[in-house]
């Protein structure tokens, strides 16, 4: 089995190190991860400009073929997946921080998951919560091979990824979660640059409702929780509701 690792930290991140290392147990393992930390550009490509895809042998994979590309987690996926061949797997991460609800529109660690699933690439995302004293990527590792074993044996249906985060210490176990109302409440922060010229920083607090059953409340409670994540965003449910509204009209 070929594993493609990603991630959106960079290739020098201690969690993409981790997963890539541990995927070993599973097949052959490469590695294609941004020279620099991509975190929050969502699932862009980088169509406007061309794209290094340089080997890297200082990563600390070892014999694991590792490759760094200026640009974005999707672009690593779409060049890993042409210049390396089509893999049997892909996953990213392990994120630094955890990615519940709606982080998962701006997250690159579940981007580079949906650029794999896109292709028809069953994809997994992991990330680890960092708001315990010690981050342990190395038991993160351990659960991702697990989840990616039972991912390779029973399969994903198509368009489906999977997202994962892991709890900050020693998980209770596993849950099953839907995705929760987490999200980013923006500010945005004016300063002034020497000469006198307003610039602006968008920063954010974490918001969200815990409900039972979904990602934020398992985490927080110490479970693993897994999101079965669709890439069609269709609201199904709508469809004859906007039609009749289209008839008015």
């Excluded at 995927?23 to 930390?37: F, H, I, K, N, S």
């Excluded at 994979?61 to 893999?87: K, M, N, Q, S, W």
């Excluded at 920063?203 to 994540?229: C, F, K, N, Q």
């Amino acid at each position: 089995m070929r594993i493609l690792v990603s991630n959106d930290d960079g290739i020098f991140s201690p969690g993409i190190k981790a997963l890539g290392l541990a995927m070993r147990a599973l097949g052959e393992v490469c590695v294609v991860a941004p020279d620099v930390e991509q975190s929050a550009v969502g699932h862009g490509i980088t169509v406007r400009r061309p794209l290094r895809f340089k080997h890297t042998a200082s990563a600390g994979f070892g014999e694991i073929p590792a490759y760094r590309v200026d640009g974005t987690p999707a672009d690593c996926v779409v060049l890993g997946v042409h210049l390396l061949g089509r893999p049997d797997l892909v996953v990213s991460g392990i994120n630094i921080g955890v990615n519940l609800g709606l982080d998962l529109t701006h997250s690159g660690t579940v981007a580079a998951a949906l650029e794999g699933t896109s292709l028809g690439i069953p994809s997994i995302a992991f990330s680890l919560d960092t708001s315990g004293e010690e981050l342990n990527f190395t038991l993160a590792a351990e659960w991702a091979v697990k989840i990616a074993r039972l991912v390779m044996r029973r399969g994903l249906p198509k368009g489906v990824l999977l997202n994962v985060n892991f709890p900050a210490g020693v998980p209770k176990g596993v849950r099953v979660t839907r995705l929760s109302t987490h999200h980013w409440e923006d500010t945005v922060v004016e300063r002034l640059d020497p000469e006198g010229r307003p610039y602006y920083w968008i920063a954010g607090t974490p918001v969200g409702e815990e409900e039972e059953g979904t990602d934020l409340h398992a985490v927080r409670h110490g479970y693993i929780s897994i999101t079965p994540v669709s890439l069609d965003f269709t609201a199904a449910d709508l469809l004859e509701e906007v039609a009749r509204w289209v008839e008015e009209v």
